[in-house]
Nanobody
């Protein structure tokens, strides 16, 4: 079992930045692909970014390319999502997810473990 806890969410003005962290426990995530997803009110959960176990492959949704950066520190068992140039449409609950895989899953149904989410609100 892998437990995931997200942190770093909050309220920020448009154009601002936030850094989300996802701390894992229970198992080392060095052999896990990790993903960030988000869900806005009334909308389906969508993939934001994903990173392979060794960080050799990275995926970004088109809506966040050039603004968000996913990274991982396997020694700290933590994954990060640096979010810059935030827009009101980035407002959502952000979730961290993990899958034991050498690939880079981008669909939510592919992931095995989920955090509880952290709220990100971007004001205009």
């Amino acid at each position: 079992q892998v437990q995931l806890v997200e942190s770093g969410g909050g309220l920020v003005q448009a154009g601002g930045s936030l850094r989300l962290s996802c701390a894992a426990s229970g198992r080392t995530i060095s052999s896990y692909a990790m993903g960030w997803f988000r869900q806005a009110p009334g909308k389906e959960r969508e993939s934001v970014a994903a990173i392979s176990w060794g960080a050799g492959s990275i995926y970004y949704a088109n809506s966040v390319k050039g603004r968000f950066t996913i990274s991982r520190d396997n020694a700290k068992n933590t994954v990060y999502l640096q979010m810059n140039s935030l827009k009101p449409e980035d407002t959502a609950v952000y979730y961290c997810a993990a899958k034991s895989s050498r690939g880079i899953p981008t669909k939510d149904y592919e992931y095995e473990y989920w955090g509880q989410g952290t709220q990100v609100t971007v004001s205009s």
